[in-house]
């Protein structure tokens, strides 16, 4: 089961951090990603982290700004948002999948094998 938190209303230029919470299952044997949707368009990739956490990578629309990391003792995934845009305002989601793809198979819309409920975040201009 995994558990999205940390959303909100914040302005243009604000910040933000995302958790999530996984529970049932042994946390570190599972990828992470974090995923969004924003109103009337399709799930978009956010950013990827590997079991151990020294791999990421992220959509070239958040890159420079996000930061994705984990905490396997706490069996928790977060996403550090900073400078966040108007256009970033989305249902935000965590997933989880014990198989390694790179990016370019989630950039063009591959999923994950788990989801949690979104967290909505709302960055007003």
């Known amino acids: 089961q995994l558990q999205a938190s940390g959303g909100g209303l914040v302005q243009a230029g604000g910040s933000l951090r995302l958790s999530c919470a996984a529970s049932?299952?042994?946390?570190?044997?599972?990828?992470m990603g974090w995923f969004r949707q924003a109103p009337g368009k399709e799930r978009e990739f956010v950013a990827h982290?590997?079991?151990?956490?020294?791999?990421?990578y992220y959509s070239d629309s958040v890159k420079g700004r996000f930061t994705i990391s984990r905490d396997n003792d706490k069996n928790t995934v977060y996403l550090q948002m900073n400078s966040l845009k108007p256009e970033d305002t989305a249902v935000y989601f965590c997933?989880?999948?014990?198989?390694?793809?790179?990016?370019?198979?989630?950039?063009?819309?591959?999923?994950?094998?788990?989801w949690g409920k979104g967290t909505l975040v709302t960055v007003s201009s």
């Open positions: 997933a989880a999948d014990r198989r390694y793809y790179s990016s370019d198979y989630y950039v063009n819309g591959g999923g994950m094998t788990y």
């Open positions: 049932g299952r042994t946390f570190s044997n599972y990828h």
């Open positions: 982290i590997t079991t151990g956490g020294l791999s990421t």
